[in-house]
């Protein structure tokens, strides 16, 4: 399958349709501490599972309101950047394009 193959079957799974976006988006994270048992260990880094929620409130430039949710996905896409996920707890007012 290729990528472009794997990214429409992906997309066809998911329950709504992405909109691309250019507006700030602020993420207040509501935990401080999160534990859990270590699964492996380096000298560069530690991963371990934790049985939490990370609870998040999220602003968006053009929203009136902060958005509630948890934390779902935090990736590193290179060059000190990360690429955050948030699932809403309820669907926003967002505005119309």
């Known amino acids: 399958m290729s990528k ?3 990214q429409i079957a992906q997309d066809e ?3 709504s349709p ?5 507006e700030t988006v602020t993420v207040k994270i509501h935990t401080d501490t999160i534990l859990g048992p ?3 260990i380096s000298a560069q880094g530690v991963f371990f599972v934790a049985d939490a ?3 998040v409130s999220v602003s968006i430039q053009g ?8 934390l779902v996905r935090v990736q590193h896409m290179g060059e000190g ?3 955050i996920a948030v699932r809403f707890d309820e669907r926003p007012d967002l505005p119309e394009e």
């Open 4 to 6: 472009e193959d794997s």
């Open 13 to 15: 799974r998911r329950d």
């Open 18 to 22: 992405r909109v691309l976006m250019g």
């Open 38 to 40: 270590g699964q492996n």
């Open 53 to 55: 929620t990370l609870r």
């Open 63 to 70: 929203v009136a309101e902060p958005v509630e949710g948890h």
């Open 81 to 83: 950047k990360l690429g």
